[in-house]
């Protein structure tokens, strides 16, 4: 798997962290983290796609075979270059028929409970909040 990471670093040190808020409407799509920026304080990650051709959730227990991949760590949100939802996994007949046919961007919103895999022609905003 070939990735980017995007937005701001985390603390280097082991956090706690989740997706505690998905927010769809005609303004976009909104995903809220709970994580830590790189002084280990807790803080509001917000991350905005204006469009989105897909989504999913999944705990990170469903994406092992990601976190074999050592450049998982110190970011929430990555880029995925090669080898995510649309290029990596076996899919059933029919399934993202479109989408893989469309110059799209896969980008992966990680945590250490929920995980969130994007599909978009643009990246996404990220912005930080304190909570």
């Known amino acids: 798997m070939i990735i980017e990471p995007f937005g ?5 040190k082991y956090h706690e962290s ?7 409407d005609g303004s976009g ?3 809220t983290l709970d994580t830590t920026n790189e002084n280990g ?4 990650l917000i991350i905005e796609f204006d469009e989105l051709n897909g989504f999913r959730y999944l705990d990170e227990g469903d994406l092992m ?4 991949n050592a ?7 990555f880029k995925i270059i090669e080898g995510g939802w649309l290029t990596g996994e076996a899919i ?3 399934v993202l028929t479109i989408s893989k046919q469309l110059d799209l961007q896969e980008w992966l919103i990680v945590t250490t409970n929920g995980c969130i895999n994007a ?9 930080v909040g304190r909570t």
Do not use: A, H, Q
């Not at 450049?71 to 929430?76: I, L, P, T, V």
């Open 92 to 94: 059933e007949t029919g």
């Open 41 to 44: 304080e807790r803080v509001d």
């Open 71 to 77: 450049s998982f760590r110190y970011y929430n949100v």
């Open 8 to 12: 701001p670093k985390t603390d280097s």
């Open 18 to 24: 989740d997706i505690y808020k998905v927010n769809c």
């Open 65 to 68: 075979y990601y976190w074999d």
């Open 119 to 127: 599909l978009s022609y643009n990246p996404p905003k990220v912005s």
């Open 29 to 31: 799509y909104f995903f």
